[in-house]
């Protein structure tokens, strides 16, 4: 898979449970996302491939203002507007 298409799936379904949980804070991490995530291993853990990307995409929904929170994360205006998933009595047109 091209990292365009791992990408675009990625943010895709994180976007999904954001606008679907809205306006609630919900975890996004890789049980939430049904990614294999890390182990412990000699006292350190590791996260595993697929969670650090999908924490990168995370992260990076949170820098461009998509989305906000820590931990817990909600959908912001400006994704539900990028996402056509604004309520109707929020639309001013």
């Known amino acids: ?12 379904k994180i976007m999904s449970v954001l ?4 306006p609630k804070c919900v975890p996004i991490n890789a049980a939430s996302q ?3 995530g890390g182990k ?14 999908m924490q990168s995409c995370r992260d990076w929904l949170r820098e461009e203002g998509l989305i906000r ?10 994704g539900l507007e990028f996402f ?5 009595c929020l639309r001013t047109k």
């Open 19 to 22: 606008v679907d949980a809205c």
């Open 84 to 88: 056509d998933a604004l309520p109707q």
């Open 34 to 36: 049904e990614l294999f």
């Open 69 to 78: 929170g820590d931990g817990n994360y909600a959908v912001t205006l400006k």
């Open 40 to 53: 412990w291993l000699d006292g350190d853990f590791e996260t595993s491939a697929d969670e650090d990307y």
């Open 1 to 12: 898979m091209s990292n365009k298409a791992k990408f675009n799936e990625t943010v895709q």
